[in-house]
């Protein structure tokens, strides 16, 4: 069912909290990747410009959850959001379970904006906690979730929160609804041919997306380290390769299960290959089929990349969650660059494009097609999950349109 959203609601003069996903990347206290804040714009500029006063919520990083650690604090966020919205966003203190929050919010004039400190420095968020729930919903008059990327989460801020918030309203943000729109288009009624692209390290991480996909998607192309337990399933040599060796009986049902139905399941037919798991050292060699005892693969080969990036184009739907090699080191680059490039060409002639958040958004940002994608996810997890078929209680609270 659609969700109602702030767009719809009237924010004149009341306190809005938003959950947002300011879960940026940092070295040191320099943001690194502001794309998760840039997204969150057009939900607080909606509420501030309106006369709203914006509450907003986040996480960051893992700290170890008993009070404040400076590593872990929203100031970074707080002055970076400042400078993209043009005034000034406090962070009322260090405990966000403090009474000087209450006293903050109540201060605030239409169009202000508040940033509480990171959720996660206390434990009760992650468990779901009631009361600082009802702590949080006393702040507000409307709950928003605009944060995708933990939608798979059932913590505080997430569950508990809209649920203490009674008949107050809950909506989702634009951010979310943009999200789950594609993502749902994607899944329940996506123009054919439609192809989904898998890597990453893990055949355990993506092993229920490909089983659910199964019977929606056209062609499914699996690379990244992944592909070798499917490989090793198949009777191939895969060298020093990552394996998940517990996983092999599941690939090989996996196997069996695309034999049977209409998706064509694609593996790499080449590999490029070193001794060595680093950037500048080991030696490198393509290998064809089998690897050569002593190398493992590190990127899909010219062969299959050329075969992956015919399918892509070809395509009017595509779905594309993790990399196809170690795309951070020069040598292995190139398979993820030209699937990238693929997903982008087919994008500027009339496909549906939708990259799945994580390393795949960032090798988008790398290789500079993002702006030619139709959506990039800021949820890696959140994304994979929805691929999955699974619900988010998160969503589920939301008020109905």
């Known amino acids: 069912m659609p969700k109602q959203t702030i767009a719809n609601i009237e924010v004149d003069g009341k306190r809005v909290l938003i959950r947002v996903d300011f879960n940026v990347p940092l070295d040191g206290s320099t943001i690194t990747d502001d794309r ?3 997204a969150a714009l057009p939900t607080i500029n909606s509420v501030i410009e309106r006369g709203g006063k914006a509450i907003l919520m986040s996480h960051l990083g893992r700290p170890a959850s ?4 400076e590593a872990y604090s929203m100031a970074p966020i707080a002055k970076r959001l400042g400078e993209l919205l043009g005034k000034e966003v ?3 203190a260090q405990n966000c379970k403090s009474p000087e929050i209450a006293t903050a919010v109540d201060a605030m004039n239409d169009g202000d904006v508040i940033l509480l400190e990171n959720l996660r420095f206390h434990g009760c968020e992650k468990r779901g906690d009631p009361e600082f729930a009802s702590q949080l919903a006393s702040l507000g008059d409307i709950y928003v979730n605009d944060a995708f990327g933990t939608c798979h989460r059932e913590h505080t801020s997430m569950v508990a929160l809209p649920l203490a918030m009674g008949n107050k309203p809950k909506v989702a943000g634009f951010l979310v609804e943009k999200e789950i729109a594609y ?5 329940t009624n996506p123009n054919h041919p439609f192809t989904v692209i898998l890597g990453g390290a893990k055949v355990s991480d993506k092993l229920p997306a490909i089983e659910h996909l199964l019977p929606k998607a056209s062609h499914i192309l699996v690379g990244g380290a992944m592909a070798y337990t499917f ?3 198949l009777g191939y040599a895969v060298g020093t390769s990552i394996v998940e060796e517990n996983m092999i009986g599941e690939a090989k049902r996996i196997i069996e299960l695309a034999a049977e139905s209409k998706t064509d399941l694609h593996f790499p037919e080449d590999h490029i290959c070193s001794t060595i798991f680093a950037e500048k050292a080991g030696d490198i060699e393509v290998f064809d089929d089998q690897i050569k005892d002593g190398f493992m693969g590190l990127d899909i080969g010219p062969k299959t990349t050329a075969r992956y990036s015919q399918i892509i184009k ?4 595509i779905v594309w969650n993790g990399p196809m090699g170690v795309f951070e080191w020069m040598p292995f680059k190139m398979g993820t660059k030209f699937i990238a490039e693929a997903v982008a060409d087919a994008t500027d002639t009339g496909a549906t494009s939708i990259v799945g958040g994580g390393d795949s958004a960032a090798a988008a940002e790398t290789f500079g097609v993002a702006d030619r994608l139709s ?3 800021t949820g890696g997890g959140a994304s994979l999950e929805m691929l999955e078929g699974k619900r988010f209680k998160a969503v589920d609270l939301l008020d109905e349109a």
């Open 375 to 377: 959506h990039v996810s």
């Open 314 to 317: 070809a395509s009017k739907t």
């Open 183 to 187: 993502l749902s288009q994607a899944l």
């Open 231 to 233: 490989l090793k399933a």
């Open 66 to 69: 008993k009070g404040y650690e």
């Open 36 to 38: 998760r804040i840039q």
């Open 90 to 92: 406090k962070i009322p």
